[in-house]
């Protein structure tokens, strides 16, 4: 029987994360995590940590992650928002800059939570066809909107637009919020964060998940100019005051410091996914210039979703996307350490013998 | 010069948090934290956490912490969703479950916060008038309604509601959630948490801040039937699938674990408040049976809002309200150690001299 209460509760089609295997000698190429370790330095973090300080609040305004952030840019402490991964600071983008009633846009293929958020905050959007390249078309942009967001380099593609295409986008639309998702931009991209000087509505999101390893702790960031930021922040406290415990802030800015560290593993991957390219190349597959950590694959003789279930049984893990139906074909394979990609690789060259 | 983007904004009133000072030698009786560490198993989870991990995304499920939760409480996990603090447990709720065009009713005088994500997720309200003695009167209830929240004991006054009331309001409310927030009920409240099993509209909420002495962690929990917590999760895996990292995970199971510790140490704070009555009270201060780890004090012959600065000056902070107006003469004045309590009844022995 149904309940006279249930008319009142928010029905969403329930996001499913990605799976989270968890197996001892698996090779995980399935959530775009880096293969390296957190920076040393967040280990040293981690031990020096007074756990009795626990017991108190934390600063709400994670001004020790914030300052290291700031720095690392160049920017003021002003222009720095952080949230628990940027999932947290997409959604509270979402809440804050997405409240016209004209639909917002964002590219047909694209990161799988922006129709999430768009359907869970009840806003209206338009998601507008990649080209047959998988590429932005930038005049496609040029419509009436509600604001705009896409990933650059996209996700699942890997498809870089350069800095003059972002900034194109931004400049035809002065009267909404433009979002560049960069969670990808360190493994070869040309960030779109000096547009933020010369443009008072574009913001720029990073991660600490990728191109600093640390996925679990669950640290973004926005870097806008400070109007935007404090709009932000004005959400952010009337929804949850305190979102950073003290170990993600102290950790967090431990791997910022490490730059060092940040280009040597960075490099590797960029390094490694080169290497893989060639690879995959002779192997007959197919697929964009990714500048990601991922490879967005296809091949004309062999059904993907097949090779995805084979894989699996040799407990490698690789993303298959069922929708939409034009990547159907495709696989999205994580840059690993070498030793991963070989082992990828061997299991490739013998497919489906 | 007002921009176009600037209507598209969500304007809120900024919520200000309460005062996070941090000197040496302060007395810190402002944002009711637990004057004691978190367990010393805590200590050692920490020291023995392998930050190589953080690499990797955490479980989306956080089921090592549900676990210990549902364990602790004899439930299933299907039963306890958990967030990042109360906080993030409270406004999903208000997202999931506060849907209808009636308006939502809480007290006049309670958690500040509530109002707040009313505001923000422009959900209507009204707000019920506690009677002179700062008690809910549950008759007052029995109104059409879009869902009903309150804490118990409530905040900041301390009181605590008989069970009995709590299930004649749940009772008389079958066609709305009604939330029953329990931040403060480990200091010598009876808990709501059976009525989940009779009840399927009501939902229990929680918090690792005050009597697990965890507030820096960022845990918060709700306890309902599976069906209510099937919808918060699809709500919070379409906002955020990762918000709990590996760490708060890990402490916090910790923390679930060491029963003896918790009990020793609620304890010592309830001995703590109640000589805290006895001593006030000789001095003149009128206040509630608070069964939290707070009073709400008055006194009929000064000004709080004076004491409040008065104190504070001697690095003894405690906690003024501007509004509403009826309680604007009143402190809330959070349990600490019994030396850090000594301090603080040492100042008012000599107040205002």
Same sequence: chains 1, 2.
Wanted: net charge negative; proline share 7%.
């Amino acid at each position: 029987m149904t309940k006279n209460w249930e008319k009142n509760i928010r029905k969403v089609v329930p996001y499913v994360p990605g799976e989270q295997p968890n197996k001892a000698n698996m090779i995980k190429l399935n959530t775009n995590e880096n293969p390296y370790p957190p920076a040393p330095g967040v280990f040293g973090a981690l031990r020096a940590f007074d756990t009795d300080g626990l017991r108190r609040y934390p600063d709400p305004t994670a001004h020790v992650l914030v300052k290291a952030i700031a720095d690392h840019y160049g920017l003021e402490e002003a222009q720095v928002f952080v949230g628990v991964g940027s999932d947290d600071v997409l959604a509270m983008c979402f809440m804050t800059f997405f409240n016209s009633g004209q639909p917002i846009l964002f590219p047909d293929i694209t990161y799988s939570f922006y129709d999430v958020w768009a359907e869970e905050f009840r806003i209206p959007y338009q998601q507008i066809p990649l080209d047959e390249d998988f590429q932005i078309r930038p005049g496609d942009y040029v419509v009436e909107n509600g604001g705009i967001i896409f990933p650059n380099p996209n996700a699942p593609t890997g498809n870089l637009i350069p800095l003059e295409t972002v900034e194109e986008i931004v400049k035809k639309n002065p009267d909404v919020i433009v979002i560049v998702d960069e969670a990808y931009i360190d493994f070869g991209g040309v960030s779109a964060l000096p547009l933020i000087e010369k443009y008072d509505n574009v913001l720029v999101v990073q991660t600490f998940s990728k191109s600093r390893s640390m996925a679990g702790m669950r640290i973004g960031y926005a870097m806008a100019q400070p109007q935007l930021i404090k709009y932000l922040n004005d959400v952010k406290y009337s929804f949850n005051s305190y979102t950073m415990n003290p170990l993600t802030i102290t950790l967090g800015a431990a791997a910022v410091a490490d730059e060092v560290y940040f280009q040597e593993t960075t490099k590797k991957i960029i390094a490694t996914r080169e290497r893989t390219k060639a690879a995959l190349r002779e192997l007959g597959y197919v697929f964009g210039d990714s500048m990601s950590n991922f490879l967005f694959v296809t091949h004309p003789a062999l059904s993907m979703e097949q090779l995805f279930e084979d894989l699996k049984r040799k407990d490698i893990y690789v993303r298959h996307f069922k929708r939409p139906e034009r990547i159907r074909n495709y696989l999205r394979i994580s840059i690993g350490t070498d030793a991963e990609m070989d082992i990828l690789l061997e299991a490739l060259r013998h497919y489906p013998d």
